[in-house]
Structure formats: C-alpha cells, structure tokens
C-alpha cells in the first residue's frame, strides 16, 4: 500500500492500514468541515509525548500526585498565555473537549433547574447549548431566541422580553453554526436588566478572536468565554475556560474534582504552543485569510445559483441550502461531494422542517483550508466543484473528473505533518 511516510513503527497492520488511509484521504481531499483544522507539527509531536504518561489531578502547585515540576511549568504558560492572548483575569486549559467544558461552566456558576437563554439550536446553536437528547437539556431549563434568517440578525428588543419574561440566571451566545457576528453589548445590556451572567461560547471562532479579527466578548464585560482549542485556533483537541478572578474558584472546581479527573497534560502542552502561535503575526494574517477565503468562497457558491442562509457570511462558516439550491437533502449532498473529495457536513437550517439526518442544508468553512494555504484562486474552484457536483448529480462523468481536478489541486498543498515520502513540513 502506498504510503505518506518514509516508516511507521506501529506494530499492527489493521491500526497502521487507517493511519495511512486516513493521511491520504486528508491530504488528497478539501476539509470544508468548519470546525476542523490541521495541527501544527509541533503539536502533534508533543500530542505523542511522555506528558501523555503523567498524572496531574489538581492545579500547578496543587496536585494530588508527585513528580509535577514539568507539568506546573506546562500548565503554568498556557494559562498565562491564554490570559494574555484573550484578555481575560483567570484561565482553565484542563477541559477534554468542548462539551466537559461548557458542562463545567454551567455546573460551576449555577445550580440545576436555572434557567439559561441560548439560541436556537436549528439557529445554529451548539449541542451542548441544550439540545433536549443531552444531559444539560435535561438538567437546566433552557430558553431560545432566534435569529432572522434572511441576514442572521437577532431582534434584541424581542430578546429583551424574552429574558424578562424567563428571568434566566444566564444569557448564553456563541455558535457551531451560524454565519454572522455577535453584538455582545447588547446581549451583555439585556443580561445586566435581567441580573444574568454572561457566557460566550467561541469555540468554532476562538482563533479569529485571537487574532482580533472577530470581536472578543471578554472586550464587552463577559463573565465566561469558552472555546475548544482545535478549530480555529489549530491546536490539540481540548478546551480553554476564560472568565473573570472573582470566579476563578467555582470554575477550577467544577472542571476538577467536580467533572473531569487527571488532565490530558500532552495536550496541555499543545495548547500551550498554540496559544504562544496564535499571538504572533503570521496567525493574524492566517486568521484575515480564513475570513477572506469564506467570503471568496461564498460569492463563488451565490455566483453559481447556491442559495446560502442569511446570503453571505461575516466570519469562517455558511451554510448551503441544498434543499432551495438543487433539490438535494443536505445527506445526499454531502455524500455527493464526498465522492469529489471534499469533505462537509449535513445542517440543519432555521426552523428545518427536516430531520437532522437528512436535513436541508450542508455546512462549510474555510479554516482546514487556509492552513494548507489555499486562497482566493482555490475558493474559485471550489466553489466550482461544490456547485458542479450538486447540480450533476447522477451524472458521473462529470463527477469523475471533478473528483480528479480536485485531488490534483490538493496535492499542490500539503497538509502539515503529512507530506508524500516524509513526516512533516
Ligand atoms: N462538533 C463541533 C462542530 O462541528 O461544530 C462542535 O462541537
């Protein structure tokens, strides 16, 4: 079989087989999942690391376990980089992921059964913003408000009467799925009346405010900012709790002991790099790219007849109506692409009259791209591709040869940390 690496020391067939398929399949494909990125080399050596052996229950100079003086330094920087790079008064870089870190958020700030304002989940609110099939649905009594699907704008005085009537103990913004920015002043106004705290979840966009490319909650008085350190921020998988000094124990706690145990301190230090990455100016320009190329990539996708939702994008994301575009369910127009080799995820639109498996919509972003450094002449065309496969369906002709002008565009940039014939670039 052949393979991107000069050797791989893993001693078994079947894991070994996947790892280089799925470096092919990475490298020979557009990622247009908007919260997927490539790592930095860097990470993904220290990914594979002796950290990853360690044991670290507790806070630098606070463990429950010896042999810590690594691991506090570790710990140490990335916290204060995270400070400094979001400025915020206190961070938390132990949460797994992104879920355990809202989790963490809500259960250390509130008490179960309160109430939290979000939006809507079919708006492009997150899962763990209160879907009713997860346990934070279940434990908190969510409230929605909505967006308007013609440009994504939120009526704040609707809002406004919203918290009023449901006096929420928190007013909770941020997305997985929607393509425009947030007005945290006026959410911050509404939860002041209210007496609520604020939380943003930036997960999907935390680079694009690192770079100060999108604006930064923290600037307009938020208590929380949360966001996942893997998308836009291309570090590990893990998640960064931001919040104010005068919170700072009740967040500390909930992550450990209250809901996680031993932190992943391998991937600690990936974010660590990250976060020092992400304040230079290469990310910055990085960062302007991944905004251009969404809205290159956009115009393209509208130029050829895509019906997009709000009819544009302000940040790194849209979202095609496939359903208003050609007719196709946002499955079928995944997996369509898919056999193009570009890589998206079916969505849910405003108000989907669909299922969330065979939805309206796909999802698109441009981060995974970017860092390849694709640009302006690259979003043309694929938007061409896009556009192409979804209104030749069935049609495989076409659909063949878009499939190999697109892998041989792909080949042009390689993915960091995979390179035909060696390990890393
Ligand atoms: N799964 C991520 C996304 O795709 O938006 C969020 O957790």
Redo the contacts with the bound molecule.
Sequence with gaps: MPSFRNELSINDQEIAAALVGEERRQQDGVEL????NYTYPEVLELLGSVFTNKYSEGYPGRRYYGGQQYTDDVENLARQRACSLFRAEHANVQPLS??PMNQAVYLGLLQPGDTILAMDLSHGG???HGAPVSHMGRLFNFVRYKTAPSNGAIDFDELRAIAREARPKMVLCGY??YPRDLDYAAFKNIADEVGALTMADV??YGGLVAANVMRNPLDAGFDVMTT?SH?TLRGPRGGIILCRKENAGRIDASVFPGLQGGPHMNVVAGTAVTLKKAATSDFQLYARQVLRNAKVLAGALMERGMKLVTDGTDNHMMVVDTIASVGLDGRAAEDLLEAIAITT?KQVIPDDPRPPLRPSGI?IGTPAATTRGMGDSEMHRIGEFIAGALQASGDDAILARLRSECIEMCRAFPVPGVVSGSRSN
Excluded: A, D, M, V
Excluded at 33 to 36: F, K, L, N, Q
């Design positions: 999942i908007p919260s997927e992104g879920s997150h899962l763990t997985s799925s997960s999907h996942t998308k995820n999802r």
